[in-house]
């Protein structure tokens, strides 16, 4: 008996009983999905990890470890940046077809720190992906509703190996919104994707510099119709400009491609340019670095996260952290002695 079957009750009994959905799906469940590239449980498994529930999450401990024993040998994980509005996920779905006809596949993740935003969802920009969810070989997640600031960058790479051990090799993790998700992507994907718009050089002064620093690939979209003189000349400026940023890998000059992602033109060069940069990396060795101090940085984060976690729930630092903290705001004492009561109760339940 099938446990919707079990647990559902119909009939005189209670006529208003209404089934409430039990997950009782179990880890085989998962990892047989998976093993079968099957999409539907690759959604269920990406939502178990998302999970706040203690159970689950113990299921999902288990799940990411058999996928972090079953990542394939290689993979290739883009990020896509830009502004809102610049076409990112109209040029993932032309890119993304593309992609998958030279024999890949596909999974297109968002990373949003703050989901209440809603705008930019990649919900929302499933209707601009229509012929690519169509596709057989092609994986979309809808970016997560709800979540805590920093939870969905939490759990997009942890969803980046499930698409992986998933048979998913190549993954695009879309930005959605500004700010903290673009620094975000950078440290959970191998090659950046800039995208911008044609437009005057001063925009270009506007930049961020770290924003311009961490694109591996420049994109001009838009490069169409009445807009084309007007993106060769953008592409001028920005091959001006990049001369002044410095890039993390040596030797690497950053390319500044015109694309039209409506026209499907420029995307055989944006292949290219990805082939090269990763090819570049693997050969000097940028790229197997830049994974490990990603997965260094990864570590160290979220032991700081399980640190602040764990003080926190000793309920004598906690008391004693509220009780400096309402003396601070009545004026009672000063900020430098409240960090060296503080640093003293740290140091007495660290050698009790
Ligand atoms: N003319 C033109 N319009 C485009 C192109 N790419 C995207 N757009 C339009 O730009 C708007 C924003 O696109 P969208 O993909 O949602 O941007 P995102 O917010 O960066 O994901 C839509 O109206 C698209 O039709 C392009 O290559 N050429
Ligand atoms: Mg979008």
């Not at 959605?176 to 994707?193: A, K, R």
């Not at 940085?297 to 952290?321: A, D, Y």
Request: hydrophobic share 40%.
């Amino acid at each position: 008996m099938n446990p919707e079957e079990k647990y559902s009750i119909s009939g005189p009994i209670n006529p208003d009983f209404k089934f409430k959905k039990v997950s009782s799906r179990d880890l085989e469940y998962y990892i047989r999905g998976l093993q079968q590239h099957n999409k539907f449980v690759l959604s269920e498994a990406i939502t178990l990890i998302e999970s706040q529930n203690a159970q689950k999450s113990i299921k999902a401990a288990a799940l990411m470890d058999w996928a972090f024993d079953h990542l394939p040998k290689d993979s290739l994980r883009i990020a896509v940046t830009g502004t809102p509005g610049v076409g990112k996920s109209t040029f993932i779905e032309a890119f993304g077809n593309l992609w998958v006809h030279h024999g890949h596949k596909l999974s297109v993740l968002a990373v949003d720190p703050s989901s209440q935003i809603s705008g930019g969802s990649i919900l929302g920009d499933k209707t601009r992906m229509t012929t690519l969810a169509a596709n057989p070989e092609v994986f979309i997640r809808p970016s997560a509703s709800g979540g805590t600031l920093g939870g969905t960058a939490l759990h997009t790479k942890d969803a980046i190996m499930l698409c992986e051990a998933a048979g998913y090799t190549t993954s695009i993790v879309e930005t959605v919104g500004v700010g903290q998700s673009e620094t975000e992507v950078h440290h959970m994907t191998d090659v950046s994707l800039l995208l911008v718009q044609p437009g005057a050089g001063d925009e270009i002064q506007g930049i961020k510099r770290g924003i311009m620093e961490n694109a591996d690939i420049i994109i001009i979209n838009k490069a169409d119709g009445p807009q084309l003189p007007l993106a060769r000349e953008t592409q001028k400026n920005y091959s001006n400009a990049l001369r002044l940023f410095h890039h993390p890998v040596e030797g690497w000059s950053v390319p500044v491609v015109l694309v039209s992602s409506i026209d499907h033109t420029g995307m055989d060069e944006v292949i290219r340019h990805i082939s090269d940069f990763i090819s570049f990396g693997k050969n000097t060795g940028y790229f197997y670095t830049k994974r490990k101090t990603q997965e260094e940085r990864w570590f160290v984060k979220q032991v700081q996260r399980l640190m602040e976690k764990w003080f926190f729930s000793n309920i004598h630092i906690k008391t004693h952290f509220e009780k400096l903290r309402q003396q601070l705001l009545d004026g009672k004492i000063s900020t430098p002695a409240a960090i060296r009561k503080m640093n003293n109760i740290f140091e007495q339940e660290m050698n009790p």
